[in-house]
């Protein structure tokens, strides 16, 4: 029996699991650190902005990357970049510093999230690309945990950067304990002569395609972000649901996304991609519904649980579907723009949806989530008729 890609895979779900810490630490250890800072509330956004920059640079940059450097070899190195920027973090005492430290963290989370993506794409089926994801869902559930464990036996809040240090570096050993078990995919885009055969990012953006999956991934990410980040002060700022209650339903939401990732692999492969697509889209779109309306008592609720768990599978089924959707030859470059694009619809489509909470009143959330899940259904609809023409 062939162990290598069951090593390979393995070592991969450890590392999500770590690329979910830091999202899961930043919003609790923040307070803490900007007082070690003497910062005000809102400097995060500037870590945020720089965070976001290092992401889509990189993830943008897969397809180049892809086409010079094998996979693990990315890994390796977004790993390292990690490692460091953590690193800069966890000993800086000059803000500027830890900014870089910020920009490093997400730069090479951009790595191994475009770069790993592609990489289960090829190689494995829907199943282990929904329960990749689905250990990102637990590095940002133990993040938190992970701060609270550190502040109650009051240490610095340094030393939940440091613990991500040693982390990192175990993966970093894993990773070279496992090399020869990781595909060497520089070798599949070699054309019949033996030279590199190369898609400009040009050629892949001329795909209609590529423009359709990438809206896709922006709403998407959009959509869960929002949702997350919102749906607390719509509780109990506009709604005056009480902040124990509406603080265990935000949690109820991102343990469902978690939750419904894992249990839907287990039968993703059974459904065509399809029709698992338009039944999480519609789930979306009713959990929105059911979060704006409120037609019954504690239908909001269930709605926002609902929509968590709609969500859970839509982005990772479409990343497995890409090589099939555009071609295997340009999946690297176009993986890399929905990865990308899924970082600045996460940071812009939840900014937006504040300025129009602050504007219009929190209410306007449940509306607002309900458009971008259309949206997502007419776009996806819009995937399905191109995808028909360009197989005619």
Do not use: C
């Amino acid at each position: 029996m062939n162990t290598k890609p069951q090593r390979a895979i393995t070592v991969s779900y450890l590392a999500f699991i770590v690329l979910g810490l830091y999202d899961g630490i930043l919003g609790v250890v923040w307070p803490s650190m900007r007082d070690s800072f003497g910062l005000p509330l809102d400097a995060v956004g500037i870590l945020l902005v720089f965070g976001v920059l290092g992401f889509v640079l990189v993830s943008f940059g897969n397809g180049w990357l892809a086409g010079r450097f094998s996979t693990i070899n990315i890994f390796l190195m977004s790993a390292i970049v990690r490692t460091v920027g953590f690193s800069i973090i966890a000993l800086s005492t000059i803000w500027p510093v830890v900014i870089l430290g910020g920009f490093l963290i997400s730069a090479g989370a951009g790595g191994i999230d475009a770069g790993l993506n592609t990489y289960v794409a090829r190689h494995y089926r829907a199943r282990q690309m929904n329960w990749l994801h689905a250990n990102f869902g637990v590095g940002a559930t133990l993040g938190p945990l992970l701060v609270g464990g550190t502040l109650a036996l009051n240490l610095s809040w340094r030393w939940s950067f440091a613990a991500v240090v040693i982390l990192q570096i175990i993966i970093i050993g894993l990773l070279l304990i496992t090399y020869s078990s990781w595909e060497n995919d520089v070798e599949e885009q070699k054309d019949d002569t033996g030279g590199v055969k190369k898609v400009g990012f040009g050629a892949t953006l001329r795909l209609p395609l590529v423009w359709m999956g990438v809206g896709l991934f922006f709403l998407t990410t959009g959509t869960e972000l929002s949702a997350g980040q919102w749906a607390f002060p719509l509780f109990t700022e506009a709604r005056e649901v009480a902040e124990g209650t509406a603080s265990v339903w935000v949690s109820v939401y991102w343990g469902s996304f978690t939750l419904g990732r894992f249990l839907l692999g287990f039968i993703v492969d059974r459904l065509s991609p399809k029709l698992f697509m338009r039944l999480s889209l519609g789930g979306v779109v009713l959990g929105a519904l059911l979060l704006w309306t409120r037609p019954l008592p504690y239908a909001d609720f269930v709605g926002l649980a609902f929509a968590g768990f709609a969500l859970a599978s839509i982005f990772p089924i479409l990343i497995a579907t890409t090589p099939e959707r555009v071609g295997r030859e340009h999946a690297a470059n176009a993986i890399g723009f929905q990865v990308a694009a899924a970082g600045l619809g996460g940071a812009l489509l939840t900014g937006l949806a504040g300025v129009l909470a602050d504007s219009v009143g929190l209410e306007v959330l449940g509306p607002y989530l309900v458009g971008t899940s259309a949206l997502m259904v007419l776009l996806y609809e819009g995937v399905i008729f191109l995808s028909k023409r360009r197989r005619a």
